[in-house]
């Protein structure tokens, strides 16, 4: 299985990180061997690979819409996925439980919509792309100040790094 640049983050950025470029070339996780049951295990999501696979990629696609282009068809696609389950609330004693109406083939890809409806809630402008021009993943800027740029600074940090000394080397001085 393809190594993962980034892991750990919020459901919804994960899933859509569940999509990368290599070397120029797109990875893509869910078409690796075992790559989608990997994935669920690690996020202890239930559900036969076969039967999510469909509703995670289009999922995926939603999310990576509205943090790219957000508007009203992007909103359409989130709210389409959202319309496959509901969140139902019960009161037990001094308790509020949370119940989960979902269709099985879709819950994974819901709760993964319903995770990003919570970063919304939170902080959404912690919500972000990685600095890096060629770099498509998004992270959840938990840094104290809230001034993250890069998903990985071994990686996209460090290239940017390694690209402005290069640019000052390269510059003649007068």
Known sequence: MAQRPLVGEPLALDLVNTQWVDRGHTVELFDEPDGLRGWLTEHRLPGD???VEVPLRQARTALRRILEQPGEQAERDVNTILAHGALRYRVHGSAVLEHHDVDPAWLPAWRAVQNYLDLLRQQPSRIRRCGHPACVLYFYDTSRNGTRRWCSMD???SRAKAAR???RQ???TA
Request: net charge positive; charged share 15%.
């Open 49 to 51: 690979p076969g039967s």
């Open 155 to 157: 990686g996209c940090g």
């Open 165 to 167: 000394h290069y640019r």
């Open 170 to 172: 390269r510059t003649p």
